[in-house]
């Protein structure tokens, strides 16, 4: 049924920000299930799939799709054209990303709570009935996965790329509500498809929606933006964000504690320290054939690993502590909400294989993936203010405009390095570990990260490539 379709939906598909592009072009997809959601005298219908999308000569992914169809497109969905079907069942039909489309999401929430999902099934964690009559609407935010609200109450993510097997973000979120962790949104149920334990796919999950003032991101960004513009020359030493910075690494800090009450922790002996580095150069190795602009400081790199393996190593007898960590931590995945920092987004590094992201590590590569984001924060505020400035000065830039715009780069790289220490105060203050008291580690941890934001960047964002590689020549100069 869904053959027709492929055609239509292959060129949409690698343009989305999910698709994960290999050397080899996408050469074939292939449907493993198909679902079709369809009500008597409703015009709109729901295609949920999963498919297989082979790459000439390389790897196979697995992705998840709901697509919508309707004869005719409502003006509202105009921007959630795929394109149109030309043959089968649906022949002259639309298709549209159906997640966009409020009435088919509300339709598959109640559906599949009601048990008629057919293959699609949700599994709630408490035994009171979802509220009813919920509006929704999908999140506009860039990101690995799609995400839809219901009414400010409920938030249902759509994994893009789900395996067989428990999620690792089902796993952690009910490990931390065991141990009544409240840094993090409750787990409300999830959605899968039928099968045991082992089998089935989870495909998406419903957690309780946060009520925030804002991502860690974006308030970063914009205090980071007022601090650069501001007028004064010498930066105070404690100023808006730093109290923020704090809090958060207090929140963190809970939430490895919570981590460990949950999963346990461990002492990661030779053989763990050993496959952990040798896994940080594997990548890097990848990374330098992605990334042709990292090529000068690949060796500088390995060294750096290398320091953290040899140390790691040599000082087990005082044990490198490894647990169950976030494993993509940055300020994008912290929401500042009225009961203070809540963190989110449990899934690990999504381009891990799920075992490999289940692995014990140690706590401070979260906290390298934080301080990596106050400098992306500093570097963005930057960014916006020059283009800013760009849009309304004149070819030749004056003195007077060099001696601002350095004034900016300074106060930018200072917002940073003020926050990233708050944040580390604050962590320390909380957590089981002072990441003051290991610097090698902290800065393996943040080259391994800089290396593989410069391949993320490359890939999606090739205007942002400039900020891991500042980032991994700092770091690999000893600044
Ligand atoms: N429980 C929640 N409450 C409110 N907003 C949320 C919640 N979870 C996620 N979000 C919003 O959705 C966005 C994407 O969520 P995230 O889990 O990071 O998705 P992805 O795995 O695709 O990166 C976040 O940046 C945040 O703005
Ligand atoms: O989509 P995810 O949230 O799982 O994470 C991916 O995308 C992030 C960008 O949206 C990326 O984060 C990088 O950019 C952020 C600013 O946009 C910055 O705060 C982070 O420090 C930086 O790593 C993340 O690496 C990627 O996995």
């Given at each position: 049924?869904?053959?027709?379709?492929?055609?239509?939906?292959?060129?949409?598909?690698?343009?989305?920000?999910?698709?994960?592009?290999?050397?080899?072009?996408?050469?074939?997809?292939?449907?493993?299930?198909?679902?079709?959601?369809?009500?008597?005298?409703?015009?709109?219908?729901?295609?949920?799939?999963?498919?297989?999308?082979?790459?000439?000569?390389s790897g196979t992914h697995h992705y998840q799709l709901l697509v919508g169809l309707r004869p005719r497109l409502p003006a509202a969905l105009t921007g959630a054209r795929i394109g149109q079907a030309?043959?089968?069942?649906?022949?002259?039909?639309?298709?549209?990303?159906?997640?966009?489309?409020?009435?088919?999401?509300?339709?598959?929430?109640?559906?599949?709570?009601?048990?008629?999902?057919?293959?699609?099934?949700?599994?709630?964690?408490?035994?009171?009935?979802?509220?009813?009559?919920?509006?929704a609407r999908a999140l506009a935010v860039e990101q690995s996965n799609s995400t839809v609200v219901f009414g400010d109450r409920l938030l249902f993510k759509l994994f893009r790329q789900p395996e067989p097997g428990e999620h690792p973000e089902t796993d952690v979120l009910r490990g931390l509500t065991r141990v009544n962790c409240d840094r993090i949104p409750g787990l409300v149920g999830w959605m899968h498809t039928e099968g045991t334990a082992q089998e089935s796919v989870v495909l998406g999950i419903l957690e309780e929606f946060l009520p925030a003032r804002g991502d860690g991101w974006d308030l970063a960004v914009r205090q980071a933006a007022d601090c650069v513009s501001g007028s004064c020359r010498v930066v105070p030493a404690l100023d808006g964000f730093t109290g923020e910075a704090q809090e958060l690494g207090r929140a963190v800090a809970e939430?490895?504690?919570?981590?460990?009450?949950?999963?346990?922790r461990q002492e990661l002996g030779p053989t763990e320290i050993v496959g952990l580095v040798d896994r940080m150069r594997l990548d890097?190795?990848?990374a330098l054939e992605q990334v042709p602009e990292l090529e000068p400081y690949g060796g500088r790199l390995q060294a750096l690993y290398e320091d953290f393996g040899k140390l790691a190593v040599r000082g087990r007898g005082r044990g490198l502590p490894g647990q169950r960590i976030h494993g993509d931590l940055h300020l994008g995945q912290v929401l500042r909400t009225e009961d203070g920092w809540k963190v989110i987004d449990f899934e690990g590094e999504p381009s891990r294989p799920v075992a490999e992201r289940r692995l014990p590590q140690p706590v401070l590569k979260d906290v390298a993936g934080m301080l990596r984001s106050f400098d992306y924060a500093g570097r963005q505020a930057l960014a916006t203010l020059a283009a800013e400035e760009e849009a309304s000065e004149s070819e030749r830039e004056s003195a007077e405009q060099t001696a601002a715009r350095l004034r900016r780069l300074r106060r930018a790289y200072a917002w940073s390095v003020r926050n990233r220490r708050a944040f580390t105060a604050g962590y320390a203050a909380a957590g089981l570990v002072d990441p003051h008291c290991h610097p090698v580690v902290l800065r393996a941890f943040e080259a391994e990260k800089a290396v593989y934001e410069a391949v993320y960047e490359s890939q999606h964002r090739p205007a942002w490539l400039p900020i891991p590689l500042a980032a991994v020549q700092r770091l690999v100069s000893g600044r």
């Open positions: 049924m869904l053959g027709p379709l492929l055609p239509v939906l292959m060129p949409w598909l690698v343009t989305r920000r999910w698709f994960t592009h290999e050397r080899g072009h996408l050469e074939r997809l292939r449907t493993v299930s198909l679902s079709v959601l369809e009500e008597p005298g409703r015009e709109a219908v729901l295609l949920h799939a999963l498919l297989d999308a082979r790459h000439e000569g030309e043959s089968g069942r649906w022949a002259g039909w639309t298709l549209y990303e159906g997640t966009e489309d409020h009435e088919l999401m509300e339709r598959l929430l109640a559906r599949t709570e009601q048990g008629a999902g057919g293959a699609l099934q949700l599994s709630l964690t408490g035994s009171e009935p979802l509220p009813s009559g919920l509006s939430l490895h504690t919570a981590l460990g009450e949950a999963f346990g890097l190795r990848t």
